[in-house]
């Protein structure tokens, strides 16, 4: 398998083989925040899901891929504190804000700046098409901004708040995708990098801050539903992440993290259809505008 990605890089089939794991990244990623976002505590979701994705890692990463290379050990280092800020972020804007407000910000500003980090650190560049394509997402996700702070009635007290975490936390996206592209072509082995990173990230600092948490509640929720939200979140995560992990691989990485952004799509049928969260048309319109950009994105390429 690892000979077979190595043969593909760069090529025709390497691209399309990356436009359907971002594409598959986008739906699961939207699934994964449903998840987080449901009905418990979104800081004890966290925990239980980066426990059980860690936990199934661990295995993996210490008995079957190859052993991590000496330069790969500082990588693993600067993505486990790049993860971390995001998560802190993300668990405070899933605390302040209704999940069909904040992740189409969180996720439509990612892209935005990792276009610019794909330049900086890959030289990737983008043709005055693809720059259209942005400023359409752009639009989209600052006219979804403008919609909620003027016609969101929930949690008003929070929403300009929440608003900015939501931006602060798709910069934490936008630079671990381009900090995980950079650490997947490092590895010489991409399943080593993809095994190492779960069983790091997962079992380090979040599952013990969610139990810390889980213990000093007064009215705690039954540990059952929760683990049980936690495994299928993990599983989630290995498709999830890793699907977009491995696309930046295979392909360019600014072209990805674009593309995976029509997860808001997703996300407002999630937040509508599980969560109960009303959506409306205006603001499903401008979802789809954000989607729209990713797609002139990949069609400008």
Not at 132 to 149: Q, S
Not at 250 to 279: M, Q
Not at 288 to 299: C, D, F, N, T, W
């Amino acid at each position: 398998m690892t000979e077979w990605i190595a043969g593909i890089e760069g090529t025709e089939a390497g691209h399309r083989l990356a436009l359907l794991l971002a594409l598959a990244a986008a739906f699961l990623h939207a699934v994964f925040g449903a998840l987080q976002k449901g009905r418990h505590d979104p800081w004890l979701s966290r925990g239980a899901i980066d426990f059980s994705y860690g936990a199934m890692a661990a295995p993996v990463a210490l008995f079957v891929v190859p052993w991590p290379e000496p330069h790969m050990w500082p990588i693993f280092v600067t993505v486990f504190f790049i993860h971390l800020g995001y998560k802190l972020a993300q668990g405070y804007t899933y605390t302040k804000g209704a999940y069909t407000v904040v992740y189409p910000v969180v996720r439509g500003t990612g892209p935005f700046f990792a276009v610019i980090g794909a330049y900086l650190l890959f030289g990737e560049t983008f043709t005055v098409t693809q720059w259209l394509g942005v400023g359409v997402l752009l639009a989209g996700i600052f006219g979804l901004a403008v919609y909620n702070l003027i016609h969101w009635q929930l949690d008003r007290d929070t929403l300009r708040p929440a608003l900015a975490l939501a931006v602060l936390t798709g910069a934490f996206v936008a630079l671990y995708t381009t900090y995980d592209a950079y650490g997947i072509r490092a590895s010489a082995d991409p399943f080593t990098f993809l095994a190492w990173f779960f069983m790091i990230d997962g079992l380090t600092v979040m599952p013990w801050l969610a139990a810390t948490r889980w213990l000093r509640m007064g009215d705690r929720p039954d540990l059952g539903p929760l683990m049980l939200r936690g495994l299928a979140g993990g599983f989630v995560a290995f498709f999830s992440f890793g699907a977009i992990m491995m696309a930046t691989r295979l392909d360019k990485v600014g072209e990805a993290a674009v593309l995976r952004e029509t997860s808001t799509v997703f996300a407002a049928l999630i937040g509508w259809l599980a969560l109960g969260e009303l959506v409306g048309p205006r603001r499903l319109a401008l979802m789809a505008l954000i989607a729209a950009g990713a797609v002139i994105v990949e069609m400008g390429g």
